[in-house]
């Protein structure tokens, strides 16, 4: 059963998930490529701010802080949190060694009726850049490479430092698919 989340003293608010879609969408329609890069820095901004309140859920839930807790209860925790806030659900695993994935068959900002040709969750990618950056202690950068508004059964999101996002990125770009080139990065 879902722990009750106070919002205001997490520093939070709650959206329906039709407003979300309705503003990505609107961003999309009028902004066209650069609505991505909009919603990515209004994620980063934000993900400080879910990062404090994710510290405070665990302190709340009687455990460590994030950064002092073992990939299995990271885990776990964060699946609980992001799911209680309204996000979904995670599994976090390995892609290679030098990047993670976290998958999502719920993620709220997916819209599965919405047919996009690329991933959509633009505002995911920048929360969780800030997000795990700060687990990490360094800074990270994510790529989606599947997306539940493509039509897949999941949202996959790629985390690793800047320099490895770039590299598989570039990769995908000549035609590579992103699983090849990760694990070929040593």
């Known amino acids: 059963m879902p722990n009750s989340i106070d919002l205001t003293a ?9 407003t979300l879609t309705a503003l990505r969408a609107a961003l999309l329609r009028d902004a066209g490529p650069a609505a991505a890069s909009y919603l990515q820095e209004a ?12 510290r405070r859920w665990l302190g709340e839930q009687g455990h460590e802080a994030p ?10 925790r964060a699946t609980e949190y992001f799911r209680d806030t309204g996000w979904g659900a995670l599994r976090i695993s390995a892609v290679g060694d030098a990047i ?5 068959s719920d993620w709220a900002e997916a819209d599965p009726d919405s047919g996009l040709d690329h991933p959509g969750c633009h505002l995911t990618t920048g929360i969780f ?9 360094d800074p990270l950068a994510v790529l989606e490479v599947e997306c539940r508004s493509m039509g897949h059964e999941r949202c996959r999101f790629l985390v690793g430092s800047a320099d490895v996002m770039q ?3 570039d990769e995908m770009t ?9 694990t070929a990065i040593a």
């Open 67 to 76: 950064e002092s807790l073992d990939l299995a209860t990271f885990e776990r």
């Open 100 to 104: 993670a994935a976290l998958d999502s």
């Open 10 to 18: 997490h520093g939070l608010v709650a959206l329906t998930r039709s």
């Open 129 to 137: 850049a800030d997000f795990f950056g700060r687990v990490a202690g």
């Open 167 to 169: 590299y598989l990125y």
């Open 174 to 182: 000549r035609g590579v698919d992103y699983e090849s080139a990760a």
């Open 43 to 54: 994620g980063y901004a934000g993900g400080e701010a879910l990062f404090a309140s994710f």
